[in-house]
């Protein structure tokens, strides 16, 4: 069976600092794979998808990227968060035309 | 572009009481449609879909109709527990090859359920 990890499941970090959060994908070859945030009290925003390797489609513009070294990878990466980078960050997966399964997420709290 | 749009909660009823949780959309063409469900701390999970016209989605006694007419997808149970306090989230992806897949999701609505 197919199943998602991201990690770490929570991070606390000063503005101005650095961010990876990395997402893997096991029992599935290929997937499309998506990056969401959800901002307190709001819904889920689509940031970053990817249909391949190296492959990356931006939504928004902003002050994150997003990478896909290897097949069943995904990383979200910052260079210097904002305050408002703050969120809960998901990943998901999907095959062809199937629904998307979502990860545990990845609660960021930048100070 | 694609759009949905909840009904605003948060929505707040006693056990076994009936629940309906409206969401419209616009769309081009045929978009499938989703419920997620985010229970507090976790990620989304899948509720229910349907992918055409007056389909039916259901799982775990929740229910919502695919209405092209008035492009609709209304959430709805019967009698709710509050196991099913969470926070809902109505989906549409495009048809079509361009699309990749991607979803684009209402704002939310939270419900909460009192014993």
């Known amino acids: 069976s197919q199943t998602i990890h991201q990690w770490p499941a929570t991070l606390v970090q000063p503005v101005g600092s650095p961010l990876s959060l990395e997402c893997t994908v096991e029992g599935t070859s290929n997937p499309n794979l998506y990056w969401y945030r959800q901002a307190a009290g709001r819904g889920l925003q689509l940031l970053f998808y990817?249909?391949?390797?190296?492959?990356i489609s931006s939504e928004v513009p902003q002050n994150l990227s997003a990478s896909r070294p290897q097949d069943r990878q995904f990383i979200l990466s910052s260079k210097k968060l904002l305050l408002s980078d703050s969120g809960f960050y998901l990943c998901a997966w999907s095959v062809v035309d199937n629904e998307q399964f979502f990860g545990p997420g990845t609660r960021l709290t930048v100070l | 572009g694609n759009s949905v749009t909840q009904m605003e909660g948060p929505v707040t009823l006693s056990e076994e009481a009936f629940l309906t949780i409206n969401c419209t959309y616009t769309a081009t063409g045929y978009p499938s449609l989703f419920w997620y469900v985010q229970y507090p701390g976790e990620g989304l999970q899948l509720l229910l879909k349907?992918?055409?016209?007056?389909d039916k989605g259901s799982n775990k006694g929740f229910e919502a109709t695919y209405r092209k007419e008035t492009t609709s997808f209304h959430l709805e149970k019967g009698s709710v527990q509050v196991s099913d306090s969470a926070v809902y989230f109505c989906?549409?992806?495009?048809?079509?090859?361009?699309?990749?897949?991607?979803?684009?999701f209402g704002q939310g609505t939270i419900l909460t359920v009192h014993p």
């Open positions: 989906a549409l992806r495009s048809a079509g090859g361009t699309s990749y897949g991607k979803l684009t």
């Open positions: 990817s249909v391949g390797i190296g492959q």
């Open positions: 349907a992918t055409k016209a007056d």
